[in-house]
């Protein structure tokens, strides 16, 4: 295969030569391979089996999978055949069925729901009960009803970084002899070159739902994937993702960069006085990507032109969310503790008087 030929292996873009540093470069997720790894990585991924029945399963989803569409918000919802979308979970603006999906969209794993309905708004009425200034309509049943279960888009990656690290770490020993002060300093050439392997890092593929607090739920326990089928979207919704791998991969990077930093620092120890990095990169060789369908409870609500989200795992059950703060709720209990305030201070004076 020519070079110019070959495809970012952590986004698929198309890779670029760059005769300056002589490595091949990604201009959308900012990658960079030598020629010999890249061979590398491509010999092992030819070598691979291929599955001829993916074509097929992709068939089957674009078949029996219905897409909705938000004309106010833009959402794209994702249903079985046997089921019907009538608002948008998002905006709770009503929706239109739009037509059929590629295949192209169907997920290789899922993890099916553990919470019911009633178990998510159980959590989401404890969850209020200590936010005493949100809106009164903010619990109201017609505001519950908008408790949608929903598989969120996420991409699920298998990072494998290449760490290079040096430094020079000092330790410092002082004492005292008769009247003499001495310190000895002695220096150490610290040297970690490591692949770090870092499995399952999530983000989702939906812009409309926010990040953190997607992020906020995790983790999910993997040991729960299961294969897709058509049979977890009975009951629920699911999202089409608008973000693609190469989108989501910064955010994979960060974290694949994070971890594989936590485990190069771990390795020094912390037995030195000081340590000055001299060299530290964390370059990413190759991602292994799952497009896997994570549950989730969704509700959002729309107060004062601003958009408020509530999330609950639906596998684990954590919570997650920001809720409004009514003002005029939160201006009369100000009033209410003003006017206590000033009812003790008179009776007081009246008391010394």
């Not at 019911?116 to 969850?127: I, N, P, V, Y």
């Not at 310190?183 to 953190?212: M, Q």
């Not at 910064?250 to 974290?255: F, H, L, T």
Request: charged share 25%; glycine share 6%.
């Amino acid at each position: 295969m020519d070079a110019s030929e070959y495809k970012c292996p952590n986004c698929g873009a198309d890779l670029k030569f760059d005769p300056t540093v002589q490595t091949l470069a990604c201009e959308y997720c900012d990658s960079t391979f030598t020629i010999e790894d890249i061979k590398k990585i491509y010999a092992e991924l030819e070598a691979l089996p291929t599955d001829e029945t993916v074509e097929e399963a992709k068939d089957e989803f674009a078949e029996h999978t219905n897409l909705y569409y938000c004309k106010s918000c833009g959402a794209e919802i994702m249903a079985d055949d046997q089921q019907t979308a009538l608002f948008c979970y998002y905006c709770h603006n009503p929706v239109i069925l739009s037509g059929k999906l590629t295949g192209d969209y169907k997920p290789s794993k899922v993890i099916g729901f553990r919470y019911t309905r009633e178990q998510a708004l159980d959590s989401f009425k404890s969850w209020c009960k200590g936010r005493k200034f949100v809106p009164s309509d903010f619990k109201s049943s017609q505001q519950l009803e908008k408790m949608t279960g929903l598989y969120v888009p996420f991409w699920v990656a298998d990072c494998d970084v290449d760490a290079i690290y040096h430094a020079i770490g000092k330790k410092v020993r002082r004492w005292t002899a008769g009247n003499y002060a001495y310190t000895e300093t002695k220096e150490y050439s610290i040297s970690r070159r490591a692949r770090v392997l870092t499995k399952g890092i999530p983000a989702d593929g939906e812009s409309k739902i926010d990040d953190l607090l997607m992020e906020a739920i995790e983790p999910f326990d993997y040991n729960d994937l299961k294969d897709f089928s058509m049979s977890y979207l009975s009951g629920f919704f699911a999202d089409k993702y608008d973000v693609d791998r190469a989108g989501v991969f910064p955010r994979i990077r960060e974290r694949a960069n994070k971890v594989s930093r936590e485990v190069i620092h771990n390795s020094v120890g912390k037995g030195y006085t000081s340590v000055n990095v001299d060299t530290e990169t964390y370059n990413i060789l190759k991602t292994d990507w799952s497009y896997t369908m994570l549950p989730v409870w969704f509700m959002s609500y729309k107060y004062k032109n601003k958009v408020y989200e509530f999330a609950m795992n639906g596998q684990t059950g954590k919570l997650a969310g920001t809720p409004p703060l009514s003002k005029p709720k939160l201006a009369a209990f100000s009033s209410c503790i003003g006017a206590v305030a000033f009812l003790i201070f008179f009776i007081g004076g009246l008391l010394i008087l």
